[in-house]
């Protein structure tokens, strides 16, 4: 197996009075895709943003590559430039042109070549399929366009790991599909990917593991085909029942 590309130790944390992360264990090896689903509440979010350090946790650890996560400077940009981050809101830069949001951390953060990174960014919006709306800003492109240009921009950076959170849930209906097929396709090419999401055809699709949450804790995890046929918790047998009624 190698060791853990990302792994999280005893790992707590409170908003208050309210511990949403509890003593969580959590290994990802290498090219593994794990889908972390849960009511809302159950601390998916929490999670996935303290894997980046966006969150701040109150003890144990969270180990990327083998490296302790730095408190902040220079370190954390670094490691953090490892971590690409994919949120409910595409946070692109409204101003800048699709390809200058793409170009934009590979040249100020990994120093590279404009002509390199433009070639980069350009073969990424290919990948994902906006290739030709580079020119355009942001505010031109649908929601589903756009978070496609947020995964392009994430990847530009060549992470070694890609965090997703909710990342269709302010997507309309239609447009949810094509965000999920490039996820799929990112699957398939053997990114090391952790998936906060509702979309339960995508857990069944595209998961190696998938993680059920709640009331902070991992309540348990097992491959698509166990959890979804046979989940053993009543809070996963409850909360499978209510969505897939619907």
């Known amino acids: 197996m190698g060791q853990p590309l990302v ?3 005893n790992v707590n944390k409170h908003f208050g009075a309210l511990h949403v992360l509890q003593d969580i264990n959590l290994e990802v090896t290498k090219g593994e895709v794990v889908v972390v689903i849960g009511p809302s509440g159950s601390g998916k979010s929490t999670l996935c943003r303290a894997i ?3 969150e701040t946790i109150d003890d144990g650890e969270i180990l990327i590559d083998g ?4 408190a902040e400077g220079k370190a954390l940009a670094k490691l953090r430039a490892d971590v690409g981050m994919v949120f409910q809101s595409f946070n692109l830069f409204a101003h800048k042109s699709i390809l200058e949001n793409v170009t934009l951390g590979p040249i100020k953060v990994k120093g590279m070549k404009q002509s390199e990174a433009k070639e980069l960014a350009m073969s990424l919006l290919e990948r ?3 290739a ?5 800003l942001p505010a031109q492109l649908s929601g589903g366009q756009q978070q496609r240009v947020a995964i392009a921009r994430a990847l530009a950076m060549k992470p070694k ?5 909710e990342p269709t849930s302010a997507l309309d209906p239609e447009m949810i599909n094509e965000v999920l097929d490039t996820m799929v396709q990112l699957a398939k090419e053997g990114m090391t990917m952790i998936v906060v999401t509702h979309e339960m055809g995508f857990a069944r699709k595209a ?5 059920f949450m709640a009331d902070g804790k991992i309540v348990e995890q097992a491959t698509p085909e166990e959890f979804f046929t046979n989940p053993q918790s009543d809070r996963a ?5 209510k969505i897939l009624e619907h």
Request: glycine letters at 6%.
């Open 7 to 9: 792994s999280l130790k």
């Open 52 to 54: 980046n350090r966006l």
């Open 67 to 70: 490296n302790k996560l730095p």
């Open 128 to 130: 994902v399929g906006v």
């Open 132 to 136: 030709n709306q580079s020119q355009k």
């Open 161 to 165: 790991v890609m965090l997703f959170d």
């Open 207 to 211: 998961a190696d593991r998938v993680i």
């Open 237 to 241: 047998k409850d909360f499978l029942g």
